[in-house]
C-alpha cells in the first residue's frame, strides 16, 4: 500500500532562514506527489505537485520540491522564510497504477511550522 | 473566481439530530470528494464521486450518506450525530486524472 511519511511534527525556523520540510513515500508505481498548505479553521491550499519532468518543482508562494526517486523523497523547501508561513504542511502521493479507493490521495501526518520573527 | 464553496462555514447540531453539509463548486470538476479531518490530523477521505458514480471508502460509518444532483453541487449528510463525529468537514474537487485537488474552506462541525 502507498504511504507518506513526515517526520517531524513541528519545525521551527527564524525568519529569513531557509526552511527545509521533509517528506518522504512509498508507492509500488510511479509516484504523483503534492504538498498542501492548511491555515487555521481554513482548507487545504495546493502549493506545488510533481507527475514528471525536472525534478525540481516550483509552486506557489516562492516554496519549491524536489523529488528524488533513489531517495524516495519530496521535501518542501523555500529559501527565506516568512511569518506568514507558519502553518500546517502536508504531503500527499497518488499512484494511479492503483485501482478504486487506492488511485486517491494518501497524506502524510502533516508538519507545523512556525516562523519566529 | 471559480472555487470551492462549502455552507455553512460552522454548523452546531444535537446528539442523534440529523444534520447536512453542503458543497459547491464553479470549477466544472468531474470528481468531488469529502473529507473528515480532526484535530489537525491528515484529512480523511469519505468519499468520492467520478461524475454521478459514487466510491465509498470500506471505514466510512453509515451513518455518512452523499448526494451529487448535479456537477456543480454535493451534500454531506450525516444521520445521527454522535459526539466523535464532531470535526472539520472538507470537501474537494479535481479533474480526472494525475492532478491536484481543490478544497473547500471546511464546515466544523460541532456536536452538543
Known amino acids: 500500500a502507498q504511504s507518506v511519511a513526515q517526520p517531524e511534527d513541528q519545525v521551527n525556523v527564524a525568519e529569513g532562514n531557509p526552511l527545509t520540510v521533509k517528506c518522504t513515500y512509498s508507492v509500488s508505481g510511479n509516484p504523483y506527489l503534492f504538498w498542501y498548505v492548511q491555515y487555521p479553521n481554513r482548507g487545504l491550499q495546493f502549493l506545488l505537485k510533481?507527475?514528471?519532468?525536472?525534478?525540481l518543482v516550483k509552486g506557489s508562494y516562492g516554496f519549491e520540491a524536489e523529488f528524488n526517486k533513489s531517495q524516495t523523497s519530496f521535501h518542501l523547501k523555500k529559501p527565506s522564510a516568512l511569518v506568514s508561513d507558519s502553518a500546517l504542511y502536508f504531503c500527499?502521493?497518488?499512484?494511479?497504477?492503483?485501482?478504486?479507493?487506492?488511485?486517491?490521495?494518501?497524506f502524510g501526518s502533516g508538519t507545523q511550522l512556525t516562523v519566529l520573527p | 473566481d471559480a472555487m470551492v464553496i462549502q455552507n455553512p462555514r460552522y454548523q452546531v447540531t444535537q446528539f442523534g439530530k440529523p444534520v447536512t453539509l453542503s458543497c459547491s463548486q464553479t470549477?466544472?470538476?468531474?470528481?468531488m470528494y469529502w473529507y473528515q479531518q480532526k484535530s489537525s490530523q491528515a484529512p480523511k477521505l469519505l468519499f468520492h464521486?467520478?461524475?454521478?458514480?459514487?466510491?465509498n471508502e470500506a471505514d466510512t460509518p453509515d451513518n455518512f450518506q452523499s448526494r451529487r444532483p448535479n456537477t456543480s453541487f454535493c451534500f454531506l449528510d450525516i444521520r445521527s450525530p454522535g459526539l466523535g463525529d464532531a470535526a472539520m468537514y472538507l470537501c474537494?474537487?479535481?479533474?480526472?486524472?494525475?492532478?491536484?485537488?481543490?478544497f473547500g474552506p471546511g464546515t466544523r462541525l460541532t456536536v452538543t
Open positions: 510533481y507527475i514528471t519532468g525536472d525534478n
Open positions: 470549477l466544472n470538476h468531474n470528481v
Open positions: 474537494a474537487t479535481s479533474r480526472e486524472g494525475p492532478g491536484e485537488q481543490y
Open positions: 464521486y467520478y461524475d454521478k458514480d459514487f466510491n
Open positions: 500527499a502521493v497518488r499512484d494511479l497504477r492503483r485501482s478504486g479507493s487506492a488511485r486517491q490521495l494518501t
